[in-house]
């Protein structure tokens, strides 16, 4: 079994910076794909993705993170880091670690939570 533990949330003023971790762990871990997805508040918010990296390193990024968000693994480690900057209120919400292995199995993190604001 794959789990995944994210750590980094916070609090942060608009403009500030904040580092994500997540940490996959699990005898049979493999992946094809890690990514960060986001929920913000409110009802009927649906989870979008933010950031994805892929085995052999391309990664893909949500329009409005462009430029801002960057997205790193570490292989040896079996992590994945997201390097967000220039926060905005609009980055507001519970961020989750995704998982994809190569065979389409997906495991989701518990999430945490970012608070952008003043």
């Known amino acids: 079994q794959v789990q995944l533990v994210e750590s980094g949330g916070g609090l942060v003023q608009p403009g500030g910076s904040l580092r994500l971790s997540c940490a996959a762990s699990?005898?049979?871990?493999?992946?094809?794909?890690m990514a960060w997805y986001r929920q913000g508040p409110g009802n009927g918010k649906e989870r979008e993705l933010v950031?994805?990296?892929?085995?052999?390193?391309?990664?893909d990024y949500a329009d409005s993170v462009k430029g801002r968000f960057t997205i790193s693994g570490d292989n040896g480690k079996n992590m994945v880091h997201l390097q967000m900057n220039n926060l905005k209120s609009a980055d507001t919400a519970v961020y989750y670690c995704?998982?994809?292995?190569?065979?389409?199995?997906?495991?989701w993190g518990k999430g945490t939570l970012v608070t952008v604001s003043s």
């Open positions: 995704y998982c994809r292995n190569p065979y389409g199995v997906e495991y």
């Open positions: 699990g005898s049979q871990f493999r992946s094809a794909a």
């Open positions: 950031a994805i990296i892929r085995y052999g390193g391309s990664t």
